[in-house]
């Protein structure tokens, strides 16, 4: 479908903050939803956020509600990913990826991936 390419990642200690940035290359961003996902060591890939095509809808998976905040500026083909109040279950590689539809973030098992980005938590 479309590049994607994470930063933003880095080693944070407890209750720190940090802002993931996922750029999108392609000329369909505005139209998809994008979401955030992470992969811990020795575990799958979960779903975290995710963000309407337009950004009036969003999603979070329970453990990070009210903690992190999805955005997104279309202009700059760029989701980001506000993580407060860090925990280190948090610690993983974060990937960004796109779909039609934001009702498609969850459970759905993409074709590809960009490199991710670490974060690390520290107690």
């Known amino acids: 479908q479309v590049q994607l390419v994470e930063s933003g990642g880095g080693l944070v200690q407890v209750g720190g903050s940090l802002t993931l940035s996922c750029v999108v290359s392609g000329r369909t961003f505005s139209t998809y939803a994008m979401g955030w996902f992470r992969q811990a060591p020795g575990k799958e890939r979960e779903f975290v956020a995710a963000?309407?095509?337009?950004?009036?809808?969003?999603d979070y998976t329970d453990s990070v509600k009210g903690r992190f905040t999805i955005s997104r500026v279309n202009a700059k083909k760029t989701v980001y990913l506000q993580m407060n109040s860090l925990k280190p279950e948090d610690t993983a590689v974060y990937y960004c990826?796109?779909?039609?539809?934001?009702?498609?973030?969850?459970?759905?098992?993409?074709?590809?991936w960009g490199q991710g980005t670490q974060v690390t938590v520290s107690s």
């Open positions: 963000i309407s095509g337009l950004g009036y809808t969003t």
């Open positions: 990826n796109g779909a039609p539809r934001l009702t498609q973030m969850r459970g759905t098992d993409f074709p590809s």
